[in-house]
């Protein structure tokens, strides 16, 4: 059995890109599970009888939580375990396949799980050559939502790929269509309107994957007749030694004023607010003068809305998200 280590240098998630492509739904503690538990194995070498061991204080540590204990972390292993992960083979056929051929619960000490990956998955993990996709999980820790973590998976797939990496570096994808991002992370029949998918799934992941990992991402809408059907998304990776030549450095989030105790309506109120916003504002036009694509989060626009509803003005045309 392969334990607890954790050197935050490299922790590695390797997998065939069949099942970075493949259909699952999992919650966020699932996910970031399965993610640290994928960061044990040596994608190089034939392991199919390696156990590996899952501790609640590493699981926390990775994650930097306080809060998941033993109990919590079992019911998201027991969770991950009956849920089925869908790939689809080049011939037209779909294959179902579940994560774990076993799973041990240990209440010695803090409790600890252990872990065997099944006969059907290890093929997508052990002894890669090629199709396979590599990431680190220091990258991911900070997203919030299980699709950020998809999404930033099959835009990390077209990495190592030439021929969708432009002179200046610059990686654009292939169309991902809107229903078969639905399908692969359990959201087929839902957000049926184009503005609640954008506003309450693909956006966040943006804002969140553009914040806090090696990414910066912008996306184009493609359509087919008159309904948007897909997605385009270009990123550049900054920790590439030639991307880092090419860009300055990403602007960081500035700290907004604090809110007065002040009355509603008040002149206090109005000109806190327009602290706020000359704040954003400044924010915005550093991130268009890193790259003219970025923009600020959903709900900081959000934000800057309510202040601009405070000093009854209309919101200035540099918060425009398209």
């Known amino acids: 059995m392969q334990g607890f280590f954790m050197d935050k240098r490299e922790r590695l998630v390797t997998q065939a890109n069949q099942l970075i492509e493949g259909a699952y739904e999992v919650n966020l503690t699932e996910i970031r599970l399965l993610y640290l538990a994928l960061t044990k194995i040596d994608p190089r070498r034939e392991q199919p009888e390696s156990e590996y061991i899952i501790y609640p204080s590493e699981f ?23 849920k089925p992960i869908i790939t689809y083979e080049s011939d037209n056929t779909t294959v179902e396949r579940f994560w774990f051929s076993s799973i041990k619960y240990t209440t010695t000490g803090e409790g600890f799980i252990v ?28 997203l919030d939502t299980q699709f950020a973590f998809r999404l930033y998976s099959w835009l990390y797939r077209y990495r190592r790929l030439d021929k969708y990496t432009n002179s200046q570096r610059v990686i654009t994808t292939e169309p991902f269509g809107i229903e078969w991002m639905k399908e692969r992370v359990g959201l087929t029949g839902k957000y049926p309107k184009l503005t609640d998918f954008r506003n309450r799934v693909l956006d966040p992941a943006i804002d ?19 309904q948007v059907r897909s997605f385009v ?3 550049i990776d900054e920790k590439e ?49 890193y790259d003219p694509k970025l923009r600020i989060s959903t709900a900081d626009r959000k934000k800057v809305e309510a202040w601009y509803s405070i000093i009854g003005l209309q919101m200035d045309g540099i918060f425009n998200r398209e």
Not at 116 to 133: G, H, I, N, P, W
Not at 252 to 261: E, I, Q, Y
């Open 208 to 226: 969140m994957i553009n914040a806090h990992t090696n990414l910066s991402v912008s996306y184009e809408m493609e359509k087919k007749g008159k």
């Open 233 to 235: 998304f270009s990123y």
């Open 60 to 82: 926390n540590e990775m994650y930097s939580l306080g809060r998941i204990g033993y109990t919590q972390l079992k019911q998201a292993v027991s969770g991950l375990a009956r």
């Open 115 to 142: 872990v065997k990956f099944s006969d059907s998955v290890r093929e997508a993990l052990y002894e890669l050559r090629q199709e396979f996709t590599q990431m680190n999980l220091n990258e991911l820790v900070k």
């Open 241 to 289: 030694h030639n991307v880092k030549a090419l860009a300055p450095v990403k602007p960081l989030r500035p700290r907004l004023p604090n809110r007065p105790r002040v009355t509603s309506g008040s002149a206090a109120e109005g000109e806190w607010a327009r602290q706020c916003i000359t704040v954003m504002k400044n924010f915005q036009t550093a991130l268009k003068a």
